[in-house]
Each structure stands twice: as C-alpha cells, then as structure tokens.
C-alpha cells in the first residue's frame, strides 16, 4: 500500500503542476512524472484487486474494474473538453482525483486481504509462469494494438467517406462504453459461452473491424465499433485474472505490471507500426488499418479454435464453473 500511496502523490502533486504551468517545458515535465506515478498506480491498483478478492469474486471484480476504468475514460474526456473551453489550465484538474483514492487508502491499511483457497492455482504456483505470462502478454498485445486503429484511424477513414468528423468522437466514445459493459456482466458472460469465450470474442472483433473499415455506412460502422469494444471488454479482465492465476500470491503484481507494460507499449507502437507498413505496402491510411487488423485477429481466432485447450487461449472447465 505505500508504494501505491507513493504512485498516487506523485500523479496528484504532478497534475497540480499542469494546472499552473505557464510554458509548455514544465507541462512536458510535469506530464513525464505524471506518467511515472501512472506506472506504478495502474498495476498496483489492479494488484489490489487480486489481493483482496478470490476465485469467482476476483473475476467479477477484475471486469468491474475494467469497466471503471473505461468509462472513466469517456466521462473525463467529456468533462475535459467542456471545462477546457472556459479555461485550458482546468482541464487538467482532472488529475487532481487521485486525492480521493489517497484517502479511500487510509481505508484499507486495516482491512486483511482475503486468503486464497487451499485449492487455488495461485497458491500452488512457486513462480511466475513466465512461460504462460509471455503467451498472455502477446494475446494482450494483440488485441490491443489491432482495436486501437479505431481510436487512431476513424476519423482518416470518415474522411475519405466524407463523412461528418463529429461522428469520430461519438464512435470513439461508445467504444470505450461498448469495451466497458461487458466487465460488469463478465461472470455471466463466461457461464454462458463457457470454452468459446475467447474464440467468439476475438470474432466480435475481427467483425467489428471489417464493418468498420469496409462498409460505408454509418450505423453499421458504429455496430462494428461497439463490437470491437465487447470482444475486447471481454478478454482484458480474462486476460488480467489469468496473469494473478500464473504467479503466487506474493508477485501477482509483479505479473500484472508486465501485461499491463506490454499494453502501452502496444498503445504507443500502434501509429508507427501501422503507418511504416502501410507505406512499404503503398496502402492509405484509412482502410488498412481495419482490414489488417481484422486479418491479424482472425488468425489468432483460429489458433484459439485449435487451442481451444490451452491455458492462453481456452478456458477449461474449472475455469467457467459456477461463475456468477
């Protein structure tokens, strides 16, 4: 917990900064140590969630938390854009509510986490599977790299249908609620495709993909945009509560750090990658990205199908019982 309370000072004392920053050399400072503070809070805070809760409960709290995480992300960028209208120096007040999560801290230095089951894989872990980490790690990276060309790539292909930019952020903005919904309903989910979750949420997002990049219309491509968000508001709780299941107790944290590493990594890669292979194989930048994308994600659907017993890509039996 101090080193969570560290993380949390760090991001609120920085975006303080931004607030009364008056050249643009302390806001790129202010903003690199923000991110420092965002790298130690991000893992930890799921770390906590691993910590305190167990077997069915930690799964349903793993995509409650997901789905926290992403709708904050649609209502900040609300707010921020009103409040950066009055004054741009506001918008970063946003940054001040780690303040609220330092006091909701205080909580928690009584409250005991929750013992893991004698049954459970965590406990009968020594260390990492750092094979099976990597394996999740890719998967993370994945679909993470190849749903992102919406938030990077949807307005070069409004564009080119000549469509109205405004229908860009509104797109934007049910992805991120399309990616959260599914973490509060995630245990039903699982009970209900059971060994398939993985395979038809990863075809959720290759369909959504193609709608998107190929079809030029409007409402069908706002369905493939919310159909990318499901399928991969799907698989991020799979994925973080297969990562805590892969280590023992005590360097759970240190498993969700390298997933969630290898997710912005994939979110800072994604323009250049996509961009230096569109140029090399003289395509533009408004349906390739999608098609490639849904290409990508198809073969990894495939490999799921044929995997579909593998810890990576499968879900066992063990797994889905029982889930509430």
């Not at 799964?59 to 009055?86: H, M, P, Y």
């Not at 290898?262 to 395509?283: E, H, L, R, T």
Request: net charge positive.
């Amino acid at each position: 917990l101090k080193l969570l309370a560290v993380g949390l000072f760090v991001f609120f004392a920085s975006g303080a900064v931004c607030i009364f920053a008056k050249d643009i050399r302390l806001l790129i400072v202010a903003s690199c140590i923000m991110g420092i503070g965002a790298g130690i809070v991000v893992p930890y805070s799921t770390g906590l969630v691993v910590r305190y809760f167990t077997g069915d409960a930690r799964v349903k709290q793993l995509g409650i938390s997901s789905a926290v995480n992403n709708l904050s992300l649609v209502l900040a960028t609300a707010v921020v854009g009103w409040i950066a209208t009055r004054d741009w120096h506001l918008a970063f007040t946003v940054y001040l509510l780690p303040a609220v999560a330092l006091i909701m801290l205080l909580a928690l230095r009584n409250v005991k986490s929750a013992p893991e089951p004698t049954e459970s894989d965590q406990l009968r872990q020594k260390s990492i599977h750092w094979g099976r980490l990597t394996g999740l790690s890719v998967l993370y990276f994945i679909i993470t790299f190849t749903t992102l060309v919406i938030t990077f790539y949807l307005s070069f292909l409004l564009e080119k249908y000549r469509f109205p930019q405004e229908f860009s952020s509104v797109m934007i903005s049910l992805f991120f609620l399309a990616i959260m919904l599914p973490g509060l309903m995630l245990g039903v989910i699982i009970r209900r495709l059971r060994s398939t979750t993985i395979f038809i949420s990863l075809c959720l997002i290759v369909i959504g993909l193609l709608l998107v990049g190929t079809v030029p219309d409007i409402p069908l491509m706002t369905l493939g945009v919310i159909l990318t968000g499901v399928g991969y508001g799907v698989l991020q709780p799979i994925i973080y509560d297969k990562t805590a299941i892969i280590a023992p107790p005590e360097t759970a944290t240190k498993a969700l750090s390298v997933v969630m590493t290898v997710n912005y990594v994939a979110v800072v890669v994604c323009p250049f990658v996509v961009d230096f292979v569109a140029k090399i194989m003289g395509q533009n930048r408004s349906t390739f990205p999608f098609v490639a994308s849904a290409i990508l994600v198809a073969m990894v659907a495939l490999l799921s199908l044929l995997m579909r017993k593998s810890f990576v890509l499968g879900l066992d039996e063990a797994y889905y019982r029982g889930k509430k």
